[in-house]
Nanobody, 122 residues
Framework: QVQLVESGGGLVQAGDSLRLSCAAS????????MGWFRQTPGKERELVAA????????RYADSLMGRFTISRDNAKSTVYLEMSSLKPEDTALYYC???????????????WGQGTQVTVSS
């Protein structure tokens, strides 16, 4: 069992940068692939980025256009999402997720946090 708690969201202006954090507890985090997703009301949850269990390999949604970076610090049991040049369309509830297994990139996630809200004003 893994518990995930996101933090770092808030209200920012277009062009700003923001770093989200996902603190994990329970099983050893280094055994899990991790991902960041985002969702707006009534919309399908969208994969933002994923990172391999030990770090290194990463995947990003094409729509990010190089503005987001996922990283992890397994010693701190924390995964990060750095966001830059934020746009109003980035406004969403951002979720951290985890999954075990050897498949890369992940096709499904088992554990989910409650989300942290990011709102970008124009």
């Amino acid at each position: 069992q893994v518990q995930l708690v996101e933090s770092g969201g808030g209200l920012v202006q277009a062009g700003d940068s923001l770093r989200l954090s996902c603190a994990a507890s329970g099983r050893t985090v280094s055994t899990f692939h991790m991902g960041w997703f985002r969702q707006t009301p009534g919309k399908e949850r969208e994969l933002v980025a994923a990172i391999f269990r030990s770090g290194g390999p990463r995947r990003y949604a094409d729509s990010l256009m190089g503005r987001f970076t996922i990283s992890r610090d397994n010693a701190k049991s924390t995964v990060y999402l750095e966001m830059s040049s934020l746009k109003p369309e980035d406004t969403a509830l951002y979720y951290c997720a985890a999954t075990s297994g050897s498949i890369w990139p992940p096709t499904r996630y088992v554990y989910w946090g409650q989300g942290t809200q990011v709102t970008v004003s124009s």
